[in-house]
């Protein structure tokens, strides 16, 4: 979710919906960092003191997570007085599930089980695990929807980006229902 911090009601909107999410605010803000660099019209690309104000984040933060961006390959920065962060290509060809993965991984993974085990070595429902089935489902879901969308539809208004998703996880789910 894009949420901007310049109203009161959304603030308050965006904090009652970041209690239910669980996406890391790393990823939050890495998608509005690259959301306000791809809509900046700056020859020059934008600088973190800029993106802080902009967003209502501290520079470190900003810093901290357009480092992560740039070594990922989605934004190029360029040192001195007329530097900033720019794209590094289109924003058509930016996928948001690759930004997300790149700055906090997947939902699920293989190696999630392991993680999860309890005091166990091995997990007690590794043979027959219906938890891991539902898991991987709504990875493959999430997957689907977020290899479809680009930075480039992000950009758009909010009504259309909800329309696109709509459209998008109608067509997976008419997809999976025929499997």
Request: glycine share 8%.
């Amino acid at each position: 979710m894009y949420c901007t911090q310049n109203l009161a009601a959304q603030k308050s909107l965006c904090s009652k919906v970041s209690d239910k999410m669980k996406f890391s605010t790393q990823e939050e803000y890495g998608l509005r960092l690259l959301l306000r660099i791809g809509k900046s019209n700056s020859p020059n690309g934008l600088t973190i003191p800029e993106l802080s104000d902009l967003e209502g984040l501290t520079e470190a933060n900003v810093a901290k997570i357009l480092r992560l961006l740039r070594l990922a390959g989605f934004i190029d920065s360029s040192r001195g007085q007329m530097g900033g962060y720019k794209l590094s290509r289109p924003a058509s060809e930016i996928l948001v599930g690759d930004v997300l993965t790149s700055l906090g991984g997947k939902l699920y993974e293989s190696g999630f089980c392991d993680l999860h085990a309890g005091i166990e070595n091995i997990c007690t429902n590794s043979i027959d695990c219906s938890i891991r089935s539902l898991w991987k489902t709504i990875q493959t879901m999430l997957d689907g929807v977020l290899s479809k969308i680009t930075l480039q539809d992000m950009l758009g208004k909010e009504n259309e980006v909800e329309l696109l998703v709509s459209n998008l996880a109608e067509e997976i789910e008419k997809v999976s229902s025929k499997n």
